[in-house]
């Protein structure tokens, strides 16, 4: 039971370059976050998932893309990288209802670098 | 938008001394509020929550504490522990009908041996 992945765990771009962090989690966790985490600011929603085949937007969705193709995978996409999103980026989980619905379970996070 | 606001930024104790960390929220909404703990290169983790029905909640040396009115709540680390530096956050949402947790801006505490 590995709870919640992410990959890759570094990755630096260039401006205008593209790339996709995947999310996966094995809980059958309905509910899936992509939070963004720089110095100062906390933990920052960017886009959510309630479900397969849906999402959302959060506090900071712009520059950013989601997809939830599968209940287990949630990803996150950067069509035109640019410096300000240069960050750490944490996916989390949780699970609909029952005991601790609302803990949120997170991976160990992306850091990203964009030049 | 819903907003969680957190203070000090950065907090210094000497070890053995209390902590003490604040949140206000704004969304009247929100009823349920976690902490979380985030150690220098982790991950976030859950170390206390609190519900809207109850005002304090205690968990040996951390105690949560709410005021709904106020929208209030805070963080109490009693008789702190070199271990107990890290990055606090404080978060709020809704238990029912809402699928968004919303956090602060974060806690450095520095715990002086």
């Known amino acids: 039971n590995a709870g919640v992945t992410q990959t890759p765990k570094f990755r630096v771009l260039k401006t205008g370059q593209s790339m996709t962090l995947l999310c996966a989690q094995d809980?059958?966790?309905?509910?899936m976050y992509w939070y963004r985490q720089d110095p100062g600011m906390g933990l920052r929603l960017i886009h959510y998932?309630?479900?397969?085949?849906?999402?959302a937007k959060g506090e900071v969705p712009d520059g950013y893309n989601v997809s939830r193709l599968k209940k287990q995978n949630f990803l996150l996409g950067l069509e035109s990288a640019a410096p300000s999103q240069t960050s750490v980026y944490f996916c989390?989980?949780?699970?609909?209802?029952?005991?601790?619905?609302?803990?949120?379970?997170f991976g160990a996070g992306s850091r990203l670098t964009v030049l | 938008g819903e907003n969680v606001e957190q203070h000090p930024s950065t907090l210094s104790v000497q070890e053995g001394d209390s902590a003490v960390i604040k949140c206000t929220y704004s969304?009247?909404?929100?009823?349920?509020f976690p902490w979380y703990k985030q150690e220098l290169g982790k991950r976030p983790q859950l170390i206390i929550d609190?519900?809207?029905?109850?005002g304090e909640k205690k968990d040996q040396r951390i105690a949560v504490t709410l005021n709904k009115t106020a929208k209030h709540f805070s963080l109490h680390i009693t008789e702190t522990q070199p271990e107990d530096s890290a990055v606090y956050f404080c978060?709020?949402?809704?238990?029912?009908?809402?699928?968004?947790?919303?956090f602060g801006a974060g806690t450095r505490l520095f715990v002086k041996a």
């Open positions: 998932s309630v479900g397969e085949g849906t999402t």
């Open positions: 809980m059958n966790h309905e509910y």
């Open positions: 609190i519900r809207s029905n109850v």
């Open positions: 978060a709020a949402s809704r238990e029912t009908g809402g699928f968004k947790t919303i």
């Open positions: 989390a989980s949780r699970q609909y209802q029952g005991s601790g619905a609302n803990v949120l379970t």
């Open positions: 969304d009247s909404a929100s009823n349920y």
